[in-house]
């Protein structure tokens, strides 16, 4: 069974850094595509970013693109999120989820995490 847990989330100040991590069991890792989605209260769940298994193709919303960096390491079952320049936008529940192919959509995700809170204060 395919397990995913999140951690790192937190409060943090406009303009700040918070680094996620999503470590992965159950399933070969470096097979599968990993992705960051993000869902704020009262707003549907969206995509932020993900990552081939060997790290060759990475995706970003445009929301996050030149602030947020996605990386994984296969010898950890790990994949991480740098998040920089942090808005009180970016506040949300934070989730990893793990699918065969680098989209942007939901559906494209077998298995989720249980999310991590990131609150960023003005």
């Known amino acids: 069974q395919v397990q995913l847990v999140e951690s790192g989330g937190g409060l943090v100040q406009a303009g700040g850094s918070l680094r996620l991590a999503c470590a992965a069991s159950?399933?070969?890792?470096?097979?599968?595509?990993m992705g960051w989605f993000r869902q704020a209260p009262g707003e549907e769940r969206e995509f932020v970013s993900a990552?081939?298994?060997?790290?060759?193709?990475?995706l970003y919303a445009d929301s996050v693109k030149g602030r947020f960096t996605i990386s994984r390491d296969n010898a950890k079952n790990t994949v991480y999120l740098q998040m920089n320049s942090l808005k009180p936008e970016d506040t949300a529940v934070y989730y990893c989820?793990?699918?065969?192919?680098?989209?942007?959509?939901?559906?494209?995700?077998?298995?989720w995490g249980q999310g991590t809170q990131v609150t960023v204060s003005s």
């Open positions: 159950g399933r070969t890792f470096s097979e599968y595509t």
């Open positions: 990552i081939s298994g060997n790290s060759r193709v990475t």
């Open positions: 989820a793990t699918g065969n192919t680098v989209v942007p959509t939901k559906k494209g995700y077998a298995y």
